[in-house]
């Protein structure tokens, strides 16, 4: 169940001291995250878990992004999503709509990887280390990816496709920074999980800076 909370913050002079020059806004803060599941993590890297048809981080971490009318900015031409030591890595990958992501094999085993999320549908059949060009595939559609391996099934990755170019993933301490923004009125949403994104509306003036913790 998506669970959207709707507030708004007016970010004014006087509110908040103002930046020394430039234009360009800054919101940073810290998100509330959930609870690090109990299983031990047994690499550095985020791991994906699913209950209940629920897929998230863990240890957990958050996708805090502006959604808004933006100068035009054109997605990152390509992005990479490797499969190493029998992992995703990175397991957690954000895209602007229109990035194109490849999948090299360094494992020297078969992969097979394949989403059938409605975002994008696509499978990529068996290969191995350099057995075969992969191609890259294009994500055109906002939504959660969850990638899987036909082969190792305990694999798990996500790719969250954004239709906006700001964005940033938090730590594991829940801590984000978006920098370089224009002034104007957006709607700024946190991605918990593929089933929890929480939004309110923020108002940013030129020159100034906004200390926000969410939810």
Not at 26 to 45: A, D, F, Q, S, W
Not at 117 to 135: C, M, Q, W
Not at 204 to 212: F, M, N, P, V, Y
């Amino acid at each position: 169940m998506k669970i959207t909370g709707h507030h708004t913050l007016l970010l004014a002079a006087g509110l908040l001291a103002a930046t020394a020059g430039g234009w360009a806004a800054t919101i940073e803060g810290r998100v509330k995250l959930p609870k690090r599941e109990t299983t031990t993590v047994v690499n550095k890297r985020y791991e994906i878990v699913s209950r209940g048809g629920v897929v998230s981080t863990n240890p957990p971490v958050a996708v805090v992004y502006l959604e808004g009318d933006f100068p035009p900015a054109k997605a990152e031409p390509m992005a990479r999503v490797e499969q190493k030591d029998l992992m995703f890595v990175p397991q957690l990958l954000v895209v602007q709509t229109g990035t194109k992501v490849e999948f090299p094999n360094l494992d020297d085993t078969f992969h097979n990887i394949f989403s059938y999320s409605p975002a994008k549908r696509f499978d990529l059949g068996r290969y191995r280390t350099n057995e075969k060009p992969v191609p890259a595939v294009m994500f055109d559609t906002p939504g959660v990816v969850v990638l899987r391996c036909e082969i190792h099934e305990h694999m798990r990755g996500v790719i969250l496709v954004l239709a906006t170019p700001r964005f940033t993933v938090t730590d594991t301490e829940g801590r984000y920074r978006l920098e370089g923004l224009p002034a104007g009125t957006y709607r700024l949403k946190t991605w918990l999980d593929s089933q929890t994104t929480l939004e309110r509306t923020v108002q940013l003036a030129a020159d100034t800076s906004l200390r926000l913790d969410l939810p």
